[in-house]
C-alpha cells in the first residue's frame, strides 16, 4: 500500500512524492521523471520493484502535483530537490533512475552527495545539452505560450511515441497527462535543459551504472554512448521497439532490464 506525502523545500516550493513497497524491504529506488510528464510515467515499474524494494516516486517542480517556483530552474536546484527528499523521508542510500530530464536531476544530486548513490540509471538522457538544444527548447516554449499545452502535448505525443501507440490508449493517457502540465511549470523546466553540463560527475560517478533507451530514439542513443561510453563498467542496454519514454511504452522489456541491474548490484557486497 502505497502512500503520498507533501514535503516543504527550503525556499517554500512543495512537492508531492508517493512510497510504494512494504516497511523494511531491500534496498531503495528513487525515480525522477522526465519533463512534461509526472510520477505516473513509472506506474508500470512500481509492481516489478515493490517486492523486494522501496520505491520513492515524486513530482518534479512544475509538474504533477508539485508546485512550480514561479523562476526559472537549473539541474543544481532541482538535484538539491532531490537530496532534500531523501533527507526528509530518512533514505541513507538507493539506487536513482533518471527519465530523460530526470538525467541531469540524477546526476546534479550525484555530485552533490554520491555517498548516497548506490547505482544510476539514466533512460534517454543526456549528461549535458547538446549543440541546438537551446534553440530546440526555445522553440516549444514558443508552441506552449502561443497555442497552449494541448498543441504541445498532440506534437510530443507523436514525436516520442511510435504512431500505433501515439494513437492508442497508451498515447491518449500521455497526451493527458502533458497537457496538464502546467505552462509555467513546463516554461521553467526548459530553461533548465537549454543549458547543463554534468559530464565530470557521469564520467566519474563511483557507483555502478546503466544506460538504458529506447531503440528508436537513435538521436538520443548516440548521444548516450558519447556521454557515458568512457565509464568504467557502463552497462548499455536497449529496449527493442520503443521510443523516448520506454519504460512507459514497453514496461515489460524495461523492467525485465531494470530489475536485472538492480538485482545485480544488490549482490555486490
Known amino acids: 500500500m502505497g502512500r503520498d506525502l507533501d514535503i516543504g523545500m527550503d525556499d517554500g516550493c512543495r512537492l508531492r512524492l508517493r512510497i510504494d513497497g512494504r516497511e523494511g524491504a531491500g534496498s531503495w529506488v528513487v525515480m525522477a521523471n522526465s519533463i512534461l510528464t509526472d510520477m505516473r510515467v513509472w ?4 509492481p516489478a520493484l515493490a517486492e523486494r524494494h522501496r520505491v520513492l516516486r515524486f513530482d518534479q517542480r512544475g509538474h504533477g502535483r508539485s508546485d512550480a517556483s514561479g523562476d526559472p530552474l537549473d539541474f543544481d536546484r532541482l538535484g538539491a530537490d532531490l537530496l532534500a527528499l531523501l533527507n526528509r523521508c530518512g533514505v541513507e542510500a538507493a539506487h536513482f533512475v533518471g527519465l530523460s530530464m530526470g538525467v541531469p536531476t540524477v546526476l546534479a544530486a550525484l ?15 543526456h549528461a549535458a545539452n547538446r549543440p541546438g538544444g537551446e534553440a530546440f527548447w526555445s522553440g516549444l516554449q514558443k508552441v506552449a505560450r502561443d497555442q497552449g499545452m494541448g498543441a504541445l502535448a498532440a506534437a510530443t505525443v507523436a514525436r516520442w511515441l511510435k504512431p500505433g501507440d501515439a494513437q492508442g490508449t497508451a498515447g491518449r493517457q500521455l497526451e493527458r497527462m502533458i497537457a496538464a502540465t502546467p505552462l509555467d511549470g513546463f516554461l521553467a523546466a526548459a530553461h533548465a535543459l537549454k543549458s547543463y553540463d554534468y559530464t565530470a560527475v557521469a564520467n566519474a ?6 544506460a538504458l533507451y529506447g531503440d528508436r530514439d537513435t538521436a538520443i542513443a548516440a548521444g548516450m554512448q558519447r556521454d557515458f561510453g ?24 524495461f523492467n525485465a532490464q531494470l530489475v536485472a541491474f538492480l538485482e545485480e548490484v544488490d549482490r555486490q557486497p
Open 43 to 46: 506506474d508500470a515499474q512500481v
Open 205 to 210: 560517478p563511483g557507483c555502478p551504472l546503466l
Open 230 to 253: 568512457a565509464v568504467p563498467g557502463v552497462r548499455f542496454a536497449a529496449v527493442g521497439d520503443a521510443g523516448h519514454l520506454p519504460n512507459y511504452e514497453r514496461p515489460e522489456a
Open 111 to 125: 555530485a552533490g552527495a554520491p555517498e548516497r548513490f548506490r547505482s544510476v540509471v539514466c533512460v534517454d538522457g
